[in-house]
């Protein structure tokens, strides 16, 4: 099992900037594929940004159109964290926030863009951003 505490979201302004944090533990030997999702109130979960990795080197980022070129995702030194920097923030990214994690083998040239593709979820961070 592998366990994820989302931490770091809250209330800002539009044009501002928040920093969410993943703190993964368990068996966090058995992922190498994290990933961030947002659920706004009446709308489906959907996909923000992920990272593959294999040891200490991040094979692959990807992030949503919606969020590209604003939000960046990055995984931390100390290995079992994975960060959302989001700046620029708009209304439309008002939402609760999700990290994610996929248990298996590494597939650097997959981007998992799916929720159904998660295995572990966190709790959730609310992001709100006011106009």
């Known amino acids: 099992q592998v366990q994820l505490v989302e931490s770091g979201g809250g209330l800002v302004q539009a044009g501002g900037s928040l920093r969410l944090s993943c703190a993964a533990s368990g068996r966090t030997f058995s992922t190498s594929i994290m990933g961030w999702f947002r659920q706004a109130p009446g709308k489906e979960r959907e996909f923000v940004a992920t990272i593959n990795w294999s040891a200490v080197v991040v094979l692959r980022t990807s992030h949503a159109d919606s969020v590209k070129g604003r939000f960046t995702i990055s995984r931390g030194n100390a290995k079992n964290t994975v960060y959302l920097q989001m700046n620029s923030l708009k209304p439309e990214d008002t939402a609760v926030y999700y990290c994610?994690?996929?248990?298996?083998?590494?597939?650097?040239?997959?981007?998992?863009?799916?929720?159904?593709?998660?295995?572990?979820w966190g709790q959730g961070t609310q992001v709100t951003v006011s106009s």
């Open positions: 994610a994690a996929r248990s298996g083998p590494q597939a650097p040239l997959t981007i998992f863009r799916d929720p159904h593709d998660y295995d572990y």
